[in-house]
């Protein structure tokens, strides 16, 4: 049987453009809101990864952190985060949903517990920032045999040989990172360069669902159209941080927001 | 789980970065697997190259200033009518603490590297000076990343950074101490890993850069040996090193060259930050039984909520304030070779301040942790046993926190 993130790639392919996935902070700025952000995202995008928040981030920008330590100030802990997905998914219009986040939160609830757990709320994929290839061989197993989607990461400092290795050994999705960055970076290197690189994993793998993030805006986003899918995440973060400023409702900033990207990539 | 003897602790790990199958590792972004492997294929090319050891030594002597001392504390012992305490003072090197051994070894690497310039972490400021020091020294560029807690509490230490030329990044995030300094550090190094080179400031982190300062404090201990052999004709059949722990680079370096003698012969003490009296925060993962945690790239005792959240620390020196420690120091007390306990804030300003009164010799707060542990222990011991207390830091650095703790400060 396809996995729905399989699913949801093969709609955008048939509809000639990259997929759309969204990265938002559970519990950013509150439980409520943001299961309520998720919905109403959902009318655009076309798959949803949701950060667990930890408070020693080391590869998250000042947009991602930011929504984590209101999270985290607001109380967020792990079963609040998969309470939210479990009523996402129950909602009508629900895409796949990609849990993202650092091992330390997987170990402390313990791997086997926390993928149980996943599958149980209805998480599709997992992405764990800081538990590289071939350190992750176990857990991407497990993950697989809970039907969950494990996403490798790669890299512009990727050696070939060790792309080959990771596609080999990856499940329905891969994530490269277009560029030495932390999320939220401006875009360092040109499109082009990225896309160059980007094909070195499609050349690879022809047929593997390749997403690009880091550096994803509504201003640079148009000129990744060739992507399988692309992720746009501290833009939408700080989107959040911006209508708490202006006391307005993060909500409706965010579905315009996504509107809006979904708009230049059709 | 065992040391093995002979073979150099830091080395003593699996294929995966592990002491004893579970502390440490490798818990990085895909963007550092490569910069962390040409550093480890550069350390050990560099750790076997004759003229590379030469080129260290040259420095550890010349620069640094080797011996540094190994002292009596007639006055100190005489008070406590015990056992014989002496003082391996480490603060006698050039910058005034142990941190310049390390900084040294990654000036080199940055060098052998090609790259013009490194980042680093600080709490107490001594590991920001000290690369500062030898980012002057070999031409590098040096970006150092600071809490802004520890900015305010630690400033003779980042006007000697600022005067070295090197750049103080104040970070602003969470408890704005050495926790959020090194995340801080990582994530520069993610951004610029092309260019910059990394080092960490203590015996944490990925298994290269614990292996790395290791490998540099390791100084401590070589010297050591020959001293007690030079004061005792041999090495004391009753020993007790006592030192801080924080991330446990000094630590590290003192005992490396004891770990294979019985601990009934060597007993190896560490400190760690009890923190104020009645606060229930601390810095002490290793002798309050924190679980293991996952931080900055590796796996070891840490405090931590149920969640896994790192929790708030709190002490009076900001160079043990840190949530987590080396994963050799976990590894160290699983096996049962090192003992663990910690002094509070009020036992370690105490402790400055009898040394201070008795004896000629300043330590700061952190290694002020290790001799209230000496303080304690002496009275019941007979003078047949030798405490060495590692004076790891000058306390002219907290300065500020004495004259406001204590009513004065002198030197």
């Not at chain 1, 790669?154 to 060790?162: A, D």
């Not at chain 2, 699983?334 to 509070?344: I, K, L, N, S």
Request: hydrophobic share 35%; aromatic share 8%.
């Amino acid at each position: 049987m396809k996995s729905e993130i399989n699913l949801a790639f093969e709609k955008c392919k048939k509809e000639n453009r990259p997929a759309l996935l969204t990265y938002t902070v559970a519990g950013d700025n509150t439980k409520k809101k943001s299961l309520e952000i998720l919905k109403s995202i959902s009318e655009y995008a076309d798959i949803l990864e949701l950060g667990f928040a930890h408070n020693a981030p080391t590869a998250d920008g000042p947009q991602i952190q930011n929504s984590s330590y209101r999270a985290l100030k607001n109380g967020i802990k792990l079963k609040d985060v998969f309470q939210i997905v479990k009523n996402y998914k129950k909602s009508k219009n629900a895409k796949p949903c990609i849990l993202m986040g650092y091992y330390q939160m997987v170990y402390r609830y313990g791997e086997k517990k926390f993928v149980k757990k996943c599958k149980q709320s209805g998480v599709n994929g997992l992405i764990i920032v800081d538990l590289p290839f071939p350190d992750n061989k176990e857990f991407s197993k497990l993950c697989k045999k809970n039907s969950i989607t494990f996403v490798q990461l790669l890299s512009p400092t990727t050696s070939k040989e060790r792309m080959r290795k990771i596609i080999a050994s990856s499940h329905d999705m891969v994530y490269y990172i277009s560029m030495l960055s932390i999320t939220g970076g401006k875009l360092k290197v040109s499109p082009k360069k990225i896309l160059e690189n980007y094909s070195k994993i499609k050349r690879i793998s022809k047929s593997k669902n390749a997403v690009i993030g880091f550096g994803i805006t509504n201003k640079t986003i148009a000129a990744f159209k060739k992507a399988d899918g692309l992720v746009v995440g501290s833009a939408l973060c700080k989107g959040i941080s911006d209508s708490i400023k202006k006391r307005q409702n993060p909500v409706i900033k965010l579905n315009r927001m996504v509107k809006e990207l979904k708009s230049k990539i059709i | 789980m065992k040391i093995k003897k002979g073979i150099p602790l830091i080395d003593q790990h699996d294929k995966n970065g592990f002491y004893g199958g579970k502390f440490g590792g490798n818990y990085i972004a895909e963007t550092l697997k490569k910069p962390i492997d040409d550093l480890t294929k550069l350390f050990e090319k560099c750790r076997k190259d004759k003229n590379f050891i030469k080129e260290r030594d040259n420095l550890y002597e010349n620069y640094v200033g080797k011996p540094t001392r190994l002292i009596k504390l007639q006055n100190l012992t005489d008070h406590l009518g015990g056992a014989q305490i002496y003082a391996k003072m480490v603060s006698d090197a050039n910058g005034g603490a142990h941190k310049i051994y390390n900084a040294i070894t990654h000036a080199m690497l940055c060098k052998k590297a090609k790259k013009k310039y490194m980042c680093t972490d600080t709490g107490a400021g001594y590991n920001g000076k000290m690369f500062s020091m030898v980012a002057k020294k070999f031409g590098l560029g040096c970006k150092v990343f600071m809490g802004t807690r520890d900015i305010e509490r630690q400033k003779p230490n980042c006007d000697a950074i600022r005067k070295n030329g090197a750049e103080i990044i104040p970070v602003t995030s969470g408890s704005k101490t050495l926790v959020d300094a090194v995340s801080e550090c990582i994530r520069y190094w993610v951004s610029n890993c092309d260019k910059a080179h990394m080092g960490i400031g203590s015996l944490v982190g990925p298994n290269i850069f614990v292996k790395i300062c290791g490998f540099s404090t390791a100084q401590i201990s070589r010297e050591l040996k020959i001293q007690l052999e030079e004061e005792f004709g041999e090495i004391p059949n009753k020993l007790k090193l006592i030192n801080c722990v924080g991330g446990g680079s000094s630590a590290y370096g003192f005992w490396s060259e004891f770990f294979d003698y019985d601990k009934k012969h060597i007993e190896l003490i560490g400190v760690e930050a009890g923190g104020p009296k009645n606060s229930k925060l601390h810095a002490a993962p290793l002798s309050k039984n924190s679980k293991i945690a996952i931080l900055h790239g590796a796996a070891a005792y840490c405090v931590q909520d149920s969640d896994g959240q790192i929790n708030e620390t709190e002490s009076c020196s900001s160079g043990l304030d840190y949530p987590s420690c080396s994963p050799i120091h976990c590894f160290l007390k699983d096996v049962g070779r090192a003992r663990y306990t910690f002094a509070t804030d009020e036992e370690a300003f105490a402790a400055y301040k009898l040394v201070t009164e008795l004896e000629e010799i300043s330590p700061s707060l952190e290694p002020a942790h290790a001799f209230a542990e000496a303080i304690k222990i002496a009275p019941k011991l007979d003078e047949s046993n030798i405490v060495v207390v590692d004076s790891c830091g000058d306390s002219i650095k907290d300065m500020d926190i004495i004259k406001k703790r204590l009513g004065s400060y002198s030197r």
